[in-house]
Every structure is written in structure tokens, then in C-alpha cells.
């Protein structure tokens, strides 16, 4: 709730309090940071308002939050009957009202910029609590009354009714069943839902949305639920005659049946990765050509776009390094290469690559994947120069070992390459067997 409905406390923050240490009422104020003072929760020292913000600085959990309101001539605070502070939102809590084990009564309060998240928030919370109340499912409202006398009673835990045809959730999942199996599914998901024939002849439903659902918002959620507690997995599938696969896609799937058949298992894993990963551990240096750097990464592990499906494939080796061996893997996905020739500066390639990890290095095999997939996309081995088939000469890539890797030449390009991989790359990713590599370019095929 914290991180994604309030926005990490900019547009709500929560608080708990153990109700038999306040009294109410309760008042919300703003005031001057020194005119505030109080225990913080987990702290025995009295602390200003101002003066916590300084403390806090050094805090790695609560200094993220510090920049809401410290800069602000005025602080929120909550106060009890006895002026006793119950919080800072969106700061802290009071060390007078923590909950403890011997907590046997709750309170709980939404400070918010936006009512209508706030009330949300408050409804899943006080949903969630209820179960473990000593009578499940009871709560006691609140009322709340502002400065200007408007007053209303919280939490509002009303059910929201919608109206949904039965047409559009058919037409929508592709899916055509009686209205009263269509209602069942929809009260497994939580959504009570009576059909009835309107006025056009048309069955509709009328889905009555519990304070646990606010993720309902439209009539396509209703239809995604009911997709889900039907199983997508049995809707029958159709082709549109004016739809047609793309010839990269429909080659993708066949080259991946061809991999798992020969014994891989295929992984899916991101397409943004970190700059030590995509460069450092795998030994290469940046020579600023081909890597897409994003601007603004949320994360260190998405600071790049890969170049390759290296990195990707022996960190999944390197967080699963005790499976059972071998192990033998596979991913067929798209690279960013930086490409001037491009509107946006870069274009996707779609690469194979698969990795044998075992008691010994697998080279063979991996050279007889190499050799299996040309066969198999119609690419005959020839002399080298010969522009007609693929052949393979000796490369000298730094993730590779020396003397153990070769480059795929098609038609006068290089495509790919395969070896056994360098030691040092092997350790950098945590991998303690030998492993054998190989990434082809297959959109090169078509």
C-alpha cells in the first residue's frame, strides 16, 4: 500500500496505535515544527519536529520521506484529548501509542492529499484487521468533522454497484456461457453478482464491488475477473483470418521448439540489466558503440539495455548453481544495439543464446547446438569464404577462454559465437562449474 497506492507516503501515510494508551477526540493539526514535541516510535528521547528532520537524515528507511514536508513552514501532527502526539504523518509515529504484544484494541488513521485514496486505504486496512478481531469482521467508525462543521462517518465500507451486460463479458473473453454459471464465477472472485433481463431483452448483471475491490473500476475488470475464475487456460482459441503472426515470431517459435527438444529448458528473463553486468563481469570493456544507458533507472540492476543474453543466463546459472547437473538452458530474446540509422537512436535484434553447465565444460554439445540449429534453419556448413552456407573461424572474445571459442560466420558476417566461458566471468556471476556458451543473431536467417 505504502509503495504503490501512496505513492511512498506522498499522497497517504498509515498509522496504527494502540487505542487503550489515547483518548479522544482526536484533532489534526498544522504546526510549527518547534512547537512540536514528542518520543518518536523506537527512540526514549524527547525530539522538536525540526529537529527530528536532521535526525532522520541518517536514516536509510525514513530519510526518503523526509522531503513530503520539510520544507514546510507548518507540520501535520495528530493529537489526543491529553495533546499526547499520536504521529508525524507522513514521517513517524509516537512511542507513547506503539503497538505491543499486549495491544488488544487498534486505531487506525489515513492522513492523505487525495480523500478518495485515503478512503481506499482505509478500507483495505481496517478489512484486513478485522479478521483477527476478537468478533472477525467488526469495526467501530469514526467520525470525522472539519474546520468548516462538514462532518462524515469513516470508514464508508458501502458496497459500489455496477452494471455489466452479459454480452460484453462474453464478447470480451470469448467465452459463451448460461448467466447463471457466468454469476458463480464472479462470486469467486468477490463479486456478488445478480443477473436479470433489462429492458432490451439483454441479460445484465448487477455486481455489487466489496471495500476489498477497489481495483474495480470498469466493466473490463468485471470481464477480466471472470476470465480469470474461468481459466484463460480453457478458453478455446480462435484465428482471424485478417490477423497474421510475424514471420520473426512464427521462425522464434520454432527454433525455441527445436532447442527444447534437443534437452534445454527455456528461461525468460529481463531485458534491462545493470552496466557491471552487462560490461565488468563478463570481462568487456564499453567502448560507448553499442550499449542503450537509460537515463533515469529506477534500480541499479536497470541502469542498461543488453547487448547480449549473456549476463542474463549465467546469473540465472549463478542463482541456481545448486540444481542438480547439468544444467542446460536457453533464451531466445531481443538485444538493444545503439543505431544511427534509426529514428530513436536504436534497434532490437533477436538472439538465441543457451548455456550447458556441468561437471565438465560441454563444449561439444554446445558445438552441436550450434550445428543443430543451422541444420535445421537451412544453412549448409562450408569452406570458409564461401558465402553460400555458415562456417566457423577462432575468435578471441574476453568472456570466453582462449583457444576454446569460435565466431559463426553466415554469409560473410559474423553472426554469433560459442566457446567455453572465461573462469574469471564464471566466478564474477558465483558459478562454480565449468559452462559452455553459445548466442546467435537469428534474425539474420530471414
Same mark, same amino acid.
Given at each position: 500500500?505504502?509503495?504503490?497506492?501512496?505513492?511512498?507516503? #506522498?499522497?497517504?501515510?498509515?498509522?496504527?496505535?494502540?487505542?487503550?494508551?489515547?483518548?479522544?477526540?482526536?484533532?489534526?493539526?498544522?504546526?510549527?515544527?518547534p512547537e512540536i514535541n514528542f518520543i518518536p516510535l523506537k527512540q526514549t528521547k524527547n525530539f522538536r519536529a525540526d529537529e527530528l528532520m536532521q535526525f532522520y537524515k541518517s536514516d536509510m528507511k525514513l530519510k526518503k520521506f523526509?522531503?513530503?514536508?520539510?520544507?514546510?513552514?507548518?507540520?501535520?501532527?495528530?493529537?489526543?484529548?491529553?495533546?499526547?502526539?499520536?504521529?508525524?504523518?507522513?514521517?513517524?509515529?509516537?512511542?507513547h501509542s506503539a503497538i505491543s504484544l499486549k495491544t488488544k484494541n487498534v486505531f487506525i488513521e489515513c492522513t492523505a492529499t487525495d480523500l478518495t485514496k485515503a478512503n481506499i486505504v482505509l478500507n483495505t486496512m481496517v478489512t484486513m484487521f478485522s479478521v483477527y478481531c476478537e468478533r472477525k469482521f467488526e469495526v467501530e467508525p469514526v467520525e470525522v468533522i472539519y474546520d468548516d462543521g462538514k462532518s462524515y462517518?469513516?470508514?464508508?465500507?458501502?458496497?459500489?454497484?455496477?452494471?455489466?451486460?452479459?454480452?460484453?463479458?462474453?464478447?470480451?473473453?470469448?467465452?459463451?456461457?448460461?448467466?447463471?454459471?457466468?454469476?458463480?464465477?464472479?462470486?469467486?472472485?468477490?463479486?456478488?453478482?445478480?443477473?436479470?433481463?433489462?429492458?432490451? %431483452?439483454?441479460?445484465?448483471?448487477?455486481?455489487?464491488?466489496?471495500?476489498?475491490?477497489?481495483?474495480?473500476?470498469?466493466?473490463?475488470?468485471?470481464?477480466?475477473?471472470?476470465?480469470?475464475?474461468?481459466?484463460?487456460?480453457?478458453?478455446?482459441?480462435?484465428?482471424?483470418?485478417?490477423?497474421?503472426?510475424?514471420?520473426?515470431?512464427?521462425? #522464434?517459435? *520454432?527454433?525455441? @521448439?527445436?532447442?527444447?527438444?534437443?534437452?534445454?529448458?527455456?528461461?525468460?528473463?529481463?531485458?534491462?540489466?545493470?552496466?557491471? @553486468?552487462?560490461?565488468?563481469?563478463? %570481462?568487456?570493456?564499453?567502448?560507448?558503440?553499442?550499449?542503450?544507458?537509460?537515463?533515469?533507472?529506477?534500480?541499479?540492476?536497470?541502469?542498461?539495455?543488453? #547487448?547480449?543474453?549473456?549476463?542474463?543466463?549465467?546469473?540465472?546459472?549463478?542463482? %541456481?548453481?545448486?540444481?542438480?547437473?547439468?544444467?542446460?538452458?536457453?533464451?531466445?530474446?531481443?538485444?538493444?544495439?545503439?543505431?544511427? #540509422?534509426?529514428?530513436?537512436?536504436?534497434?532490437?535484434?533477436?538472439? *538465441?543464446?543457451?548455456?550447458?553447465?556441468?561437471?565438465?565444460?560441454?563444449? @561439444?554439445?554446445?558445438?552441436?547446438?550450434?550445428?543443430?540449429?543451422?541444420?535445421?534453419?537451412?544453412?549448409?556448413?562450408?569452406?570458409?569464404?564461401?558465402?553460400?552456407?555458415?562456417?566457423?573461424?577462432?575468435?578471441?572474445?574476453?568472456?570466453?577462454?582462449?583457444?576454446?571459442?569460435?565466431?559463426?560466420?553466415?554469409?560473410?558476417?559474423?553472426?554469433?559465437?560459442?566457446?567455453?566461458?572465461?573462469?574469471?566471468?564464471?566466478?564474477?556471476?558465483?558459478?562454480?562449474?565449468?559452462?559452455?556458451?553459445?548466442?546467435?543473431?537469428? @534474425?539474420?536467417?530471414?
Amino acid at each position: 500500500l505504502c509503495l504503490y497506492l501512496c505513492r511512498r507516503r #506522498t499522497l497517504v501515510a498509515i498509522g496504527t496505535h494502540d487505542l487503550d494508551t489515547i483518548e479522544g477526540p482526536f484533532t489534526y493539526e498544522a504546526l510549527p515544527p518547534p512547537e512540536i514535541n514528542f518520543i518518536p516510535l523506537k527512540q526514549t528521547k524527547n525530539f522538536r519536529a525540526d529537529e527530528l528532520m536532521q535526525f532522520y537524515k541518517s536514516d536509510m528507511k525514513l530519510k526518503k520521506f523526509l522531503h513530503i514536508i520539510e520544507n514546510s513552514p507548518v507540520f501535520p501532527v495528530i493529537y489526543d484529548r491529553s495533546r499526547t502526539v499520536l504521529s508525524l504523518p507522513p514521517i513517524i509515529n509516537g512511542a507513547h501509542s506503539a503497538i505491543s504484544l499486549k495491544t488488544k484494541n487498534v486505531f487506525i488513521e489515513c492522513t492523505a492529499t487525495d480523500l478518495t485514496k485515503a478512503n481506499i486505504v482505509l478500507n483495505t486496512m481496517v478489512t484486513m484487521f478485522s479478521v483477527y478481531c476478537e468478533r472477525k469482521f467488526e469495526v467501530e467508525p469514526v467520525e470525522v468533522i472539519y474546520d468548516d462543521g462538514k462532518s462524515y462517518i469513516s470508514p464508508d465500507l458501502s458496497l459500489y454497484q455496477m452494471m455489466v451486460n452479459l454480452s460484453y463479458i462474453s464478447s470480451t473473453i470469448g467465452v459463451s456461457l448460461p448467466a447463471h454459471e457466468v454469476a458463480r464465477s464472479l462470486n469467486k472472485m468477490q463479486l456478488h453478482a445478480k443477473h436479470s433481463v433489462l429492458e432490451n %431483452n439483454e441479460t445484465g448483471f448487477t455486481i455489487s464491488v466489496p471495500p476489498t475491490r477497489s481495483d474495480i473500476l470498469h466493466p473490463i475488470d468485471v470481464a477480466e475477473d471472470f476470465g480469470i475464475s474461468y481459466g484463460y487456460n480453457e478458453i478455446p482459441k480462435k484465428k482471424i483470418p485478417s490477423v497474421k503472426p510475424q514471420i520473426l515470431n512464427q521462425f #522464434t517459435d *520454432l527454433i525455441k @521448439e527445436e532447442i527444447a527438444m534437443a534437452g534445454y529448458t527455456e528461461v525468460l528473463l529481463f531485458i534491462l540489466c545493470s552496466y557491471k @553486468e552487462n560490461f565488468t563481469m563478463l %570481462n568487456r570493456k564499453d567502448d560507448k558503440s553499442t550499449a542503450v544507458i537509460n537515463g533515469n533507472p529506477r534500480t541499479a540492476e536497470f541502469e542498461v539495455s543488453r #547487448t547480449s543474453l549473456m549476463n542474463g543466463i549465467l546469473k540465472s546459472i549463478g542463482h %541456481n548453481k545448486d540444481h542438480p547437473k547439468p544444467i542446460k538452458i536457453f533464451e531466445v530474446g531481443d538485444v538493444v544495439l545503439l543505431d544511427e #540509422t534509426k529514428d530513436v537512436g536504436a534497434s532490437n535484434r533477436r538472439h *538465441l543464446a543457451a548455456v550447458y553447465c556441468g561437471v565438465t565444460s560441454g563444449f @561439444e554439445l554446445i558445438h552441436g547446438l550450434v550445428d543443430r540449429v543451422m541444420e535445421v534453419t537451412g544453412n549448409p556448413f562450408v569452406s570458409p569464404g564461401d558465402k553460400t552456407g555458415y562456417y566457423i573461424l577462432s575468435s578471441n572474445e574476453p568472456e570466453f577462454l582462449p583457444g576454446r571459442q569460435a565466431s559463426i560466420i553466415y554469409k560473410g558476417k559474423q553472426v554469433g559465437t560459442f566457446g567455453i566461458v572465461h573462469p574469471q566471468v564464471l566466478d564474477n556471476f558465483g558459478i562454480p562449474d565449468p559452462c559452455s556458451y553459445m548466442e546467435v543473431d537469428i @534474425e539474420s536467417f530471414l
